[in-house]
């Protein structure tokens, strides 16, 4: 079954991860989708990043329709710089807010957040890349990651979890995590510099955990190979202790489904964003 779930009515289109919040009361986590928002094309309509040359006004109007719309101030948004790398930030009060309403002051250099902090919304953007969401409800923490394919070899997922470990004393067993609507084998090709980069990974990976290298990526006769971003996350989530059982996994291909969500491959690269959050509500 599919753990992302469309919230239902009018307005942003958002898809929550709907188990996780029936279980825990106060969290909101789950990921924006390309609908009801105010942007036009190329962006249209729900775009939720400052950086791709949308009219700021719009983009802000935006993030506050999703936070609104997923039961949030829009002042609790924070966010950080992405830069395709894997490093962690935890995020403490002094820094809600960062990112909300301008890209300067976004956490920079940094692709992954954390908190155990509540009244804080994490987000980080994507339009074809795997959102990565964590919680850990026995520490109360949260964290959230954007992991492309160079996040993904650098893995980032690992880098998260061990960050959590140090900072809040999170045991990966407890940790749930989830891993978002993404682009998928079916729609990724890449070539050579990839490949030699994903290859030895999902190899080292196959090995670990048990999984065929096959699942992760297919190299195919013209040299080429088709990489399943999504699986090789959630291997790597299994290998640093998280249990197969606690992942919730996503079908959505965000290039099959550009009617949902926006697909950086698909649309030549002239598109929107969309927003993955998570946080806890101040009681």
């Given at each position: 079954?599919?753990?992302?779930?469309?919230?239902?009515?009018?307005?942003?289109?958002l898809?929550?991860?709907?188990?996780?919040?029936?279980?825990t009361?106060?969290?909101?986590?789950?990921?924006?989708?390309?609908?009801?928002?105010v942007?036009?094309?190329?962006?249209?309509?729900?775009?939720?990043?400052?950086?791709?040359?949308?009219?700021?006004?719009?983009?802000?109007?935006?993030?506050?329709?999703?936070?609104?719309?997923?039961?949030?101030?829009?002042?609790?948004?924070?966010?950080?710089?992405?830069?395709?790398?894997?490093?962690?930030?935890?995020v403490?009060?002094?820094?809600?807010?960062?990112?909300?309403?301008?890209?300067?002051?976004?956490?920079?250099?940094?692709?992954?957040?954390?908190?155990d902090?509540?009244?804080?919304?994490?987000?980080?953007?994507?339009?074809?890349?795997?959102?990565?969401?964590?919680?850990?409800?026995v520490?109360?923490?949260?964290?959230?990651?954007?992991?492309?394919?160079?996040?993904?070899?650098?893995?980032?997922?690992?880098?998260?979890?061990?960050?959590?470990?140090?900072?809040?004393?999170?045991?990966?067993?407890?940790?749930?995590?989830?891993?978002?609507?993404?682009?998928?084998?079916?729609?990724?090709?890449?070539?050579?510099?990839?490949?030699?980069?994903?290859?030895?990974?999902?190899?080292?990976?196959?090995?670990?955990?048990?999984?065929?290298?096959?699942?992760?990526?297919?190299?195919?006769?013209?040299?080429?190979?088709?990489?399943?971003?999504?699986?090789?996350?959630?291997?790597?989530?299994?290998?640093?202790?998280?249990?197969?059982?606690?992942?919730?996994?996503?079908?959505?291909?965000?290039?099959?489904?550009?009617?949902?969500?926006?697909?950086?491959r698909?649309?030549?690269?002239?598109?929107?964003?969309?927003?993955s959050?998570i946080?806890?509500?101040?009681?």
């Amino acid at each position: 079954m599919e753990p992302f779930v469309r919230m239902e009515g009018a307005g942003p289109s958002l898809f929550l991860l709907r188990g996780w919040m029936e279980e825990t009361p106060g969290l909101a986590a789950g990921i924006t989708g390309r609908e009801g928002g105010v942007s036009g094309p190329p962006w249209a309509s729900l775009n939720c990043g400052l950086h791709v040359g949308d009219d700021p006004e719009a983009v802000l109007l935006n993030r506050a329709l999703a936070a609104r719309a997923a039961g949030w101030e829009p002042d609790a948004w924070t966010c950080a710089e992405q830069v395709h790398g894997c490093r962690v930030h935890r995020v403490v009060r002094a820094d809600r807010g960062r990112g909300a309403s301008d890209a300067a002051s976004a956490i920079p250099g940094t692709d992954a957040l954390m908190t155990d902090e509540p009244g804080i919304l994490l987000a980080s953007y994507y339009a074809d890349c795997v959102p990565l969401i964590f919680h850990d409800p026995v520490k109360g923490a949260v964290a959230l990651a954007h992991a492309g394919w160079r996040g993904t070899v650098l893995e980032i997922a690992a880098r998260t979890i061990e960050a959590m470990e140090r900072e809040f004393g999170s045991r990966p067993e407890d940790v749930r995590a989830a891993v978002g609507p993404a682009i998928g084998p079916c729609c990724y090709e890449v070539d050579g510099p990839v490949i030699e980069r994903a290859l030895p990974l999902a190899e080292t990976l196959a090995a670990d955990t048990g999984a065929p290298v096959e699942t992760m990526i297919r190299v195919t006769d013209d040299g080429k190979a088709r990489l399943n971003l999504k699986e090789m996350n959630r291997q790597i989530m299994i290998r640093s202790g998280i249990m197969p059982g606690r992942i919730a996994f996503s079908s959505y291909c965000t290039g099959c489904r550009a009617d949902l969500f926006f697909s950086h491959r698909r649309e030549g690269g002239r598109t929107g964003r969309m927003a993955s959050f998570i946080g806890m509500r101040e009681r």
